[in-house]
């Protein structure tokens, strides 16, 4: 627990003190709330003739979600290449020898890190919820959607940084994946055969947790999209170990 305890702090110091890393949980909320504010402030239906506007209003749910966009490319992208940039690092600059001669061990170290993301993930999860709109129950679902696929990305991203002990390794193996687990769900809210290929995918849950709490309803449940992600995480979980006995002890 003491090794827990020591890893968290120093890596809550590293994140602060790491602009490349921190920025990644503050700038995808604030390119939400910039760009929300645009359409809120700009769309004004003055002088739009009934035909074309109810013609507007009919398809304004359809309409892409800019907060859904945002935090799935947050969760699937900045968060993965954030941790396992961080993981590589250090395993790259030696910091884990001096970890262990200390008497910390590699499964505490990574508890410490995941958990130093896991909280910081927690503050831009409820930003994009408050931007979102949500309140009260609905923000709470949304909020722990969000934070279930944050646990999917922090382990995928764990995986990464063991796996190739390297930073620009990691970087350069993680990003095809990035790009698919952050834009796609994007990409789905464009084009249903996209949301089709993606409908087992952990990142895509987040547009149908939103769709069905602003909608009032949807044609996936809430429990089902919640399996999606835990399946998700569950699987990434039995490879995050695999990758762990491999790779870890040689470190």
């Known amino acids: 627990m003491k090794g827990i305890k020591a890893v968290f702090k120093k890596q809550l110091k590293d994140i602060m003190k790491n602009p490349a890393v921190l920025i990644q949980f503050i700038i995808y909320p604030f390119i939400t709330f910039a760009m929300d504010s645009i359409i809120t402030t700009d769309f004004n239906f003055e002088g739009v003739p009934e035909d074309i506007l109810e013609i507007i209003l009919d398809n304004m749910p359809n309409m892409p979600n800019m907060v859904t966009m945002q935090a799935a490319i947050f969760a699937g992208m900045g968060l993965m290449t954030a941790i396992s940039g961080i993981i ?34 927690f503050f831009t999860s409820s930003a994009f919820g408050l931007i979102g709109g949500f309140s009260g129950v609905d923000f709470w679902i949304f909020t722990a959607a969000m934070m279930s696929v944050v646990a999917g990305s922090t382990v995928l991203g764990a995986t990464f940084g063991i796996l190739m002990g390297n930073q620009q390794a990691a970087s350069a193996l993680i990003f095809p994946i990035a790009i698919f687990l952050g834009f796609g769900p994007m990409m789905a809210q464009f084009n249903e055969n996209i949301a089709g290929v993606l409908a087992f995918i952990y990142t895509q849950q987040i547009n149908t947790v939103a769709d069905y709490l602003t909608l009032g309803s949807g044609e996936v449940p809430l429990w089902h999209a919640f399996g999606i992600i835990w399946a998700n995480v569950f699987v990434l979980g039995l490879i995050f170990i695999l990758v762990f006995r491999l790779k870890w002890t040689n470190k």
């Open 88 to 121: 590589s690092e250090d395993i790259e600059k030696k910091s884990l020898r001096f970890l262990a001669k200390a008497g910390v061990k590699p499964m505490s170290y990574l508890i410490g890190v995941s958990g130093v993301i896991f909280i910081v993930s």
